[in-house]
């Protein structure tokens, strides 16, 4: 959520920045709401007030053998004013929360305007692998050495599921270890989340209200009336960044530095490329989220930090990738800037994203009230979110097979994911 302070104070300028994320808004009709609402509040306030110091007085007059009826008569009038002022003071702050949380974040100055036309490439590991054979595709290869069963997948989940067997499960577990044993190297805690979250969790990370409709929804029939709902986690970032909702932090225990694996549920509603089938896009895959909570002035270090990790973590693959800086249109509501690692896949021609380290500076903070206590002023302030995939394996997976095929179909195995492999180096056709 953004700072209502800096709205009321340079509307203009927020306008402005909001405008190179791709949204147009005029704060005039807010500003005015927002100073009718402030002035009735503080009317209400006088006269509850008033009501508070008649009510003291009344039974003294009574004692003392004085009519009170005028007073009574008044206090009944403003019993009912107040009454009213308390019901449209409802409605305003209601319309008022509405407005500001349907708001995304603002653009980060080094962010460019516009959509992913815009984004720029700012650093390149590896180069392009050249075949002096025929590659095959992801779908064909994981079919063919048995690593993955689509149909089976389909037949228990529907389409945009699959099974993962034999040594494709033990090369998705490895992948997980991997990923793991380096964040807790790396001296972040390890946690295991729930799956099922509660609508607050949804508003803090900045995903709902807006976009509620995109997840699984456990109690569809509530979700249609009220905001009581219950849904499966679209990534651990969602469960993450609620760890500490309403809590006021210890400023010396900040960073707080998190990871957790869980598998990710998206509905992914509407068409997709038809080069995007097999595993690049499904309903269910596995990720580990890695997730810092900062100070402000240790936000920049934080971000250089998460993209280095993922960076490495690709590195260690030996996969050949790229790092992006994404426009502001291109990067999610929550978020101030995003750095996207994208992996080549060759049958595509394309890179893929396998993680997107992003800054949500205190926008996030700000909606599950998540405060620190500041040693140099003793107020509270919001801490900063920060967030990376570390990493996701749907398309690392596919990346993997690919840019390590061989031309008699086998599998060369990473050599980070061996031991994992029970030292197994080759995945050939059974």
Known sequence: MLDLVMIRKHPEEVAALLARKGVEIDFTDFLAA????????????????????????????????????????RMREVGEEIRVNDETLARMQSEHEEFLASLPNIPADDVPAGGKENNEVVAVYGEKREFDFEPKHHVDL???????????????????????????????WALLNYFMSQHLADGYEMVLLPHILNYECGFTAGQFPKFAIDVFHLDADVFEKSKDFRFLLPTAETALVNLHRDEILNEEDLPLKYFGYTPCYRREAGSHGANERGMIRGHQFNKVEIFQFTRPDQAEEALDELIGKAEKLVKGLGLHFRTSRLAAEDCSASMRRTFDIEVWIPSMGDYKEVSSASDAGDYQARRGNIRYRSSETGKTEFVHTLNASGLATSRVFPAIVEQMQRSDGSVVIPEVLRPWMGGQEIISAR
């Not at 509040?41 to 009826?69: C, F, H, V």
């Not at 993955?148 to 034999?166: E, H, M, N, Q, V």
């Open 34 to 73: 927002d100073e009718e609402r402030r002035s009735l509040i503080y009317k209400n306030e006088q006269l509850k007030a008033e009501r508070n110091r008649t009510s003291a007085e009344i039974p003294k007059l009574k004692k003392a053998g004085e009519d009170t009826s005028a007073l009574l008569e």
């Open 142 to 172: 994981v079919t063919d050495l048995g690593l993955i069963d689509y149909p089976r997948g389909a037949k228990l989940g529907g389409s945009g599921f699959w099974i993962y067997t034999g040594d494709g499960a033990r090369l998705e």
